[in-house]
């Protein structure tokens, strides 16, 4: 079983920063494209940033310049670090992930965490 699991999200002033951090654990044979999504409430769930496996990114044009996704392969982990944060970030911040996966061939399955909350409110 492949879980990812969020981490470091909460209460910031703005203009403040937070990292968050997503593992990934299991029978895991490798990971493709990781990202972050957001949703606030009473809206549709957004792309954040993305990281594919060899490092390339794409960001949201509201978080180009404040936000930076990176990942550990070794550690199957993937983290946004927020900076000048305002509070229209404020969301349940979303962790994605393709997990390469075996069951008598490989295959990529689509994994979400949990979601962490992130408020930015003074």
């Known amino acids: 079983q492949v879980q990812l699991v969020e981490s470091g999200g909460g209460l910031v002033q703005p203009g403040g920063s937070l990292r968050l951090s997503c593992a990934a654990s299991?029978?895991?044979?490798?990971?493709?494209?990781m990202g972050w999504y957001r949703q606030a409430p009473g809206k549709e769930r957004e792309l954040v940033a993305t990281?594919?496996?060899?490092?390339?990114?794409n960001y949201a044009d509201s978080v180009e310049d404040r936000f930076t996704i990176s990942r550990d392969n070794v550690k199957n982990t993937v983290y946004l670090q927020m900076s000048s944060l305002k509070p229209e970030d404020t969301a349940v911040y979303f962790c994605n992930a393709a997990i390469r996966l075996y069951s008598g061939s490989y295959y990529y399955r689509d994994c979400w965490g949990q979601g962490t909350q992130v408020t930015v409110s003074s």
């Open positions: 299991g029978s895991i044979f490798g990971i493709g494209a």
């Open positions: 990281i594919t496996s060899g490092g390339t990114t």
